[in-house]
């Protein structure tokens, strides 16, 4: 349990290119990257422009388009008649949302007429970690629900955030920041799709994804959770992803419903103001015009898209807990931009309003949040919630807009009709963990590689090498390459159980038929090698745990390239990581560099990449500083190593 105490259509192909240029009506601005362009970004800007227009032109036709987005108000009618029935507990229950490790009985969701089960990072299934056991506890809890005096089903929500992430056997995708790199909003889309098939073969409806967050500090341990500094990026691809999670109007019943998150600032938090004083669940200290440009300008597209539930962040802006700050959530997002769906809060997020928990509520609410994910305390949640309402410190009227936004989701993701099944789809089995779905993967990978650099022809590798000597802990290691948000919160280095490919058993997969592969994880044993291929990388980590001070390359890391070096072979790094690390002192000792962030259970499309049955395409989306000071998006710009859109590819 945790603790929180705590090949598709491609957007555009140009090297060193900047991401599409969008406008947006309501805030006008064109949205441009806010570093000085480098140079050859300049000179494929014009080809790029014209390229955007018309690839915006095919895309505007394209069933991703054309899809209706999600419409909850359509139900506005029939959710109010509803509403009008309801108790306050009734409603209370419906504004509740339980994580069901910490159910005390499972009569608890008809007794309270819970509105919401979560399963939060770490969070299994008692009877254990597989296909079975969720469907099955899913199904029990929803069974519950619909015995209801009303009837309402559950919107069951899990942290499906590349793939069904926690689910043994489900498909792990590449993390945002290597998706950012592909600029491949078909790919993305088609992502979301499976992610949301694979979260419905379990029967949970909704995942907290897409993570649209903009970072703007690589030290902050969520950098990989988003999918570019560059708001432009993050707005086109995590609409894409919102279209691909919840699909077609209404959501059937292998879509999901999705959660833009965390609303707003949160990757824009100043170090120091965070956990631990560092950048986690900080202040963001920018005007509001900057807040907009950046942070919110992605929730503008999610709401185009349909999306329908939002986040508010841990996060403050400006000093005040965004979780309770209603000018951002009622008068801009439900006001302003017209969010028509509801708004989730975080993990205990509420806690963190006030430390009078039952003052901390009332602020929350009234600042416009409908449903809290308590996760735990509930019964003293709803009692200090009826309190509130009862002494008028909390309107009815509050109450009533926030079940009626809930309940709106609820009829447009086809819940409450007559009849309605609690059970999942069990044919969707057959697809879970699917070679189809990995071959997606695979292609998400091979994508998202970056090629930093590539001397004396290091890369492709010959498949008549005589023999390749792969080294380091990140090469043989699934739980690594998976990164936080696998199976565990935290993710875990290691055999994870769950099915995939590493990047060693890809290499030795993918190696001509007379080449020899050998291994070793500190190097040694490369002499007389053709080629070392040296795999390096960060331990997996999530959320406050990755926040970290220096980028530094692991010490194991620094050895094993220094004895790989002195074998005086050709030297490949292959840097497995959630960010831009500090490679700026190995660079030199290496022949080639390819940056594979996270890439997930599929390594065979790291291994396609090294052996040139896929040229790299993949392209920055982050800035990838020279030294620490440059960590901040703002510094970076100034001659950064590598600049943001650069990426390397074969010649034919
Ligand atoms: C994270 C969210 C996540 C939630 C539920 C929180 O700690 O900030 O991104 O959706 O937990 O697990």
Known sequence: MRSLEKPAARTYDCSHAAPPLTTHVKFGALVTPLLPAPLPWVRCRAIALALVALIAAACSTSSAQRATPFAPLAFDTKARALVGRMTLAEKIGQMTQVDQLFLKDTA????????????????DPVAGNSLQAWRAMYEMYQGRAIRTRLHIPLIYGVDAVHGNNNVIGAVVFPHNIGLGATRDSALVR??????????RAVGANWAFAPCICVPQDIRWGRSYEGFSEDPALVAMLGAAAVRGLQGANPIDRTHVAATAKHFAGDGGTSLGSGIDKRLDQGDTRVDSATLRRIHIRPYIDAIAAGVATI???????????????????????????????????????????????????????????????VPEHYQEFIALLTELVQ???????????????????????????????????????????????????????????????????????????????????????????SGGWTIFWQGKAGNITTGGTTVLSAIRAGAGRGTQVTYSADGSGAAGADVVVVVVGEGPYAEMKGDRLELALDASDRQALANARAANSPVVVVVISGRPLDIAPVLADASAVLAAWLPGTEGGGVADVL?????????????????????????AGRDPLFPFGFGLTYQE
């Not at 608890?108 to 969070?123: F, K, M, P, T, V």
């Not at 209603?326 to 963190?352: C, M, P, W």
């Not at 989701?409 to 779905?437: I, N, T, W």
């Not at 392209?619 to 510094?635: E, G, N």
């Open 190 to 199: 088609r992502i979301a799709e499976i992610t949301a098939e694979e979260t």
């Open 108 to 123: 608890d969701i008809e007794r309270y007429a819970l509105g919401s089960i979560l399963n939060g990072g770490d969070s």
């Open 391 to 481: 002494e008028g410190r909390v309107p009815m009227s509050r109450i009533d807009d926030a079940v009626t936004r809930i309940l709106r989701v609820k009829f447009a993701m086809g819940l409450m009709e007559p009849g309605y099944d609690p059970h999942a789809d069990h044919a969707l089995e057959q697809r879970f963990g699917s070679a189809e779905h990995r071959a997606v993967a695979r292609q998400a990978v091979r994508e998202s590689a970056v090629l930093l650099k590539n001397e004396r022809g290091a890369l492709p590798l010959s498949r008549s090498a005589r023999r390749i000597h792969v080294v380091g802990r990140s090469a043989d290691d699934i739980g690594i390459q």
């Open 311 to 373: 986040m508010p962040s841990y996060n403050s802006w400006n000093g005040v807990k965004v979780s309770g700050d209603r000018h951002l959530l009622t008068d801009v997002l439900k006001g302003e931009l017209n969010f028509n769906g509801f708004l989730i809060s975080d993990y205990k997020a509420v806690n963190q309003v006030h430390s009078d928990y039952k003052t901390a509520i009332g602020i929350s609410i009234n600042a416009g949040m409908d449903m809290v994910m």
């Open 611 to 635: 052996f040139g049955d896929y040229r790299p395409t993949g392209k920055l989306s982050f800035t990838w500083p020279r030294s620490v000071d440059q960590t901040v998006r703002s510094a």
